[in-house]
Nanobody, 121 residues
Framework: VQLQASGGGLVQPGGSLRLSCAAS????????IGWFRQAPGVEREWVVC????????YYADAVKGRSIISRDNAKNTVYLQMNSLKPEDTAVYYC???????????????WGQGTQVTVSS
């Protein structure tokens, strides 16, 4: 069972990135997928989550209106499109999986390795 986050990089303020979370060893169809981020010296922060079934989505205020989470079950992948990026979005981004629904207590079953996002001019 493995989750792999990718798609990070260096982008200028105002730019966009699309992060991917790909699963291997299990099917993402039945899992809610959440994204978290952690900047140096800062606690890990929840960013967004998408449910498994009805596809309900939930966004942290910090990214609401600038990000879109989506899933392609055929590709066993969840995407996080981030627009209008700001320097404060700089962090390592992690994806995580939880059986069925986005957990209010933010406790997930599986975690992937992170991908670095740097927003700087």
């Amino acid at each position: 069972v493995q989750l792999q986050a990718s798609g990070g990089g260096l982008v200028q303020p105002g730019g966009s990135l699309r992060l991917s979370c790909a699963a291997s060893g299990f099917t993402l169809d039945y899992y809610a997928i959440g994204w978290f981020r952690q900047a140096p010296g800062v606690e890990r922060e929840w960013v967004v989550c998408i449910d498994s079934s009805h596809g309900g989505t939930y966004y942290a205020d910090a990214v609401k209106g600038r990000s879109i989470i989506s899933r392609d079950n055929a590709k066993n992948t969840v995407y996080l499109q981030m627009n209008s990026l700001k320097p404060e979005d700089t962090a390592v981004y992690y994806c995580a999986a939880k059986w069925r629904s986005c957990p209010p207590n933010l406790e997930y079953d599986y975690w992937g390795q992170g991908t670095q996002v740097t927003v700087s001019s």
